[in-house]
């Protein structure tokens, strides 16, 4: 097959020569793509309000001599044009995308994480706290890739009572017996079990809710640490 057509998310741009740019896109229907946009600097070029982090498009990709596609043609959807006029929106919209991009592996297909990071962007446009929508990406991706944390009880004895740590080696909560790591209050277990456990959309409309920035934070280690990479875009979420 010559050519892609895939309903895509820009990911991460980055120049090339005078006048194009690499595309990182994130498709529905072939996972993480590279592709280059031809001429898309240039102030006459029709692809380059197209072609921008966060621009969520229909794209047609046509394969060449390199491992880089080539863009062909673009149409956008504009479903994310919510984020761009409001820094809180912009930079946890930021943290979604390139977690998705540290996420992700090249051509490797994976349609329900792609719908998962439609969601959270799209959920941008209403949440009154959108730091928390990232923070609550952050732990849908750990979940997403097999490490979602234990919260129901210690995750060192099985204790359920007195739980006052999060520890990233041992992969959850502990009680104050097995306590190391990070100590974590009542209220952020609370919001962390929420969000995990069944109740992320009633978390989604409240109003900066207790224990956010002690939750983001959490989440922000244990992504890294998963991941094993930094993530730049993320050491803003306990300043929103």
Known sequence: ????????????????????????????????????????RR????????????????VLLARGRTELLSVRQVESRGAFDHVRSDYGRLAAALVI???????T???????????????????????PTPAV????????TLAHEGATP???HCVSC??????????????GLLCASCRR?????PEAITLMRRILLGDLAGVLREHDPSGAAEVAAIAVDAVESNLGRRLRAARVLDAH
């Open 133 to 140: 929508v990232a923070t609550a990406f952050l732990f849908k």
């Open 150 to 152: 234990v919260l129901e």
């Open 43 to 58: 102030t006459s070029s029709k692809l380059g309000s197209r072609m921008e982090v966060l621009d969520h498009v229909d």
């Open 97 to 103: 995308v390139e977690t998705a991009d540290a996420a």
């Open 105 to 127: 592996i090249e051509q490797h297909e994976d349609p329900s994480y792609f719908e998962m990071v439609c969601r959270a962007l799209t959920a941008l446009g209403e949440a």
């Open 181 to 185: 790591g990070r100590p974590v209050s």
């Open 1 to 40: 097959m010559n050519t892609i057509r895939s309903e895509a998310i820009v990911l991460r741009t980055y120049k090339l020569g005078e006048a194009d740019l690499i595309c990182v896109l994130l498709t529905r229907d072939h996972g993480k793509l590279r592709a280059v946009a031809h001429g898309v």
């Open 158 to 171: 099985g204790e359920d009572d007195e739980l006052v740590a999060f520890d990233l080696g041992e992969g």
